[in-house]
C-alpha cells in the first residue's frame, strides 16, 4: 500500500503538483497514468482506483504556483474536489478550470475511480490568448455546455494525435488552438470584464496598442492615455476590471513575443532581448525562467526543433500489482 502511493504522489508531483496520497484500503483498484508534452503544454490521462488527496501544509503556506492554469477533463467515473473552501463534484463531462494564484487549501476524494485528462499550461500563455480574460482561482462546468464538449472532443483528438505530429508546425498548432478554446471558455462564462460603462471596448483597445508599441518600443502609460484620449487613472481602471495591471499585460505579450522568436527564428537571446524592450539578456532570462521553468536558450534547445514523440507511461497497472481497470469510456 505505501509503495502504490508513493508511486502516485510521485505522478502527481511530475504532473500537477505535491499532494498527499491515500488509497483505500478496501479496494486499491488498479490504475495507470500517461503523460506528454506538447512544446510547454503538459498533458497527462489519468486512470484513478479511490483514493483521497490533500495538500502537505507546508505547500498550502506558500500556495500553488502562480504562473501555471490546471485544466482538467473527466471522460468517466467522478471526484469530489475542494478548493479554497468551495466543494465541487467533478464528473463525465465535466470540465474544470483552476488557477495556482490564490490557491491554498485544498483536497479530493475519488470514491470509485476516474478516469480523466488534465492540461497543464503557463499563465502568460492564456492571458495573452485575448483581451477581457479574468482568469478564475477554480471555474466549474458541465457538460451542458457547447464548448466544454468541443474541449473534450478535441483535446482527445490532440491526445491520440500526438504520436503522429512530427512536424514542429502542427504541434504549435495544436498547443495555439488549445489555448484558444480554453481563453473562449473562460470568456463564454463571464468571468471576462462586466462593466457596463466603455471601459470593457477600451480595455481592448489598449490590448491591440500594446501588441503594436511593443514592436516598436518600450510601452508607457502616458503614451497610452494619449493615444486614446483617456487619463492615466481611467487606464489603470480599464487594466483593472479583469484584476490586472499595465505591466501585466505588457509581460504577458511580452513574453509570448519572445517565445515566438525562439522558436520561429535564428535570432540570438541577445538580439530578442533588444527586440523586445529588455534591459539585457540577463533580465529577460530571470523572466522567462520565472514563467516557463526554464532559461530562453533551454526553451529553444527544448522545443525549437521539437518533431513530436510518443506517450509515456508514468504508472502501469503491472507496477500497482492490480488486476482490475476502470473501463475508459
Known amino acids: 500500500m505505501e509503495e502504490r502511493e508513493g508511486l502516485w504522489e510521485q505522478a502527481m508531483r511530475n504532473r500537477l503538483g505535491p499532494m498527499r496520497i491515500r488509497l483505500s484500503s478496501e479496494d486499491c483498484g488498479a490504475g495507470k497514468v500517461q503523460s506528454a508534452d506538447l512544446v510547454d503544454l503538459l498533458l497527462t490521462d489519468w486512470d484513478c482506483p479511490a483514493m483521497d488527496g490533500y495538500l502537505p501544509r507546508s505547500v498550502t503556506r ?5 504562473d501555471v492554469v490546471v485544466v482538467m477533463a473527466a471522460y468517466g467515473g467522478e471526484e469530489r474536489m475542494s478548493i479554497e473552501g468551495t466543494d465541487t463534484l467533478f464528473g463525465r463531462g465535466a470540465l474544470l478550470i483552476v488557477s495556482g ?20 499550461l503557463p499563465r502568460p500563455a492564456l492571458r495573452a490568448a485575448g483581451s477581457g480574460l479574468k482568469i478564475p482561482t477554480s471555474l466549474s462546468l ?33 498547443r495555439a488552438a488549445l ?42 502609460l502616458e503614451d497610452l492615455a494619449a493615444d486614446h484620449g483617456v487619463s492615466t487613472r481611467t487606464i489603470h481602471r480599464a487594466f483593472g476590471l479583469t484584476g490586472d495591471t499595465m505591466k501585466s499585460v505588457v509581460r504577458a505579450q511580452r513574453l509570448a513575443g519572445v517565445r515566438q522568436d525562439l522558436l520561429n527564428t535564428n535570432l540570438t537571446i541577445a538580439t530578442i532581448a533588444n527586440r523586445w524592450n529588455y534591459y539585457d539578456p540577463s533580465h529577460l532570462g530571470k523572466e522567462f525562467r520565472e514563467v516557463f521553468g526554464l532559461s530562453a536558450g533551454e526553451y529553444r534547445q527544448n522545443y525549437a526543433g521539437d518533431t513530436g514523440g510518443s506517450i509515456g507511461s508514468e504508472i502501469e497497472h503491472s507496477a500497482l500489482g492490480a488486476d482490475r481497470v476502470m473501463a475508459a469510456s
Not at 101 to 120: A, D, I, M, N, Q
Not at 150 to 170: K, R
Not at 185 to 192: P, Q
Open 62 to 66: 506558500g500556495g500553488l504556483d502562480p
Open 101 to 120: 494564484e490564490g490557491v491554498g487549501r485544498s483536497g479530493f476524494s475519488v470514491p470509485h475511480g476516474l478516469r480523466k485528462r488534465s492540461l497543464v
Open 142 to 174: 458541465g457538460s451542458d455546455r457547447p464548448l466544454v464538449s468541443m474541449f473534450h472532443t478535441f483535446l482527445s483528438q490532440v491526445w491520440n494525435g500526438l504520436p503522429d505530429m512530427t512536424v514542429a508546425a502542427e504541434r504549435e498548432a495544436a
Open 179 to 220: 489555448i484558444a478554446l480554453i481563453a473562449g471558455i473562460v470568456r463564454s462564462e463571464g468571468v471576462g470584464v462586466n462593466d457596463e460603462s466603455a471601459l470593457p471596448a477600451l480595455r481592448a483597445q489598449l490590448d491591440r496598442s500594446i501588441a503594436e508599441r511593443l514592436r516598436h518600443g518600450p510601452v508607457r
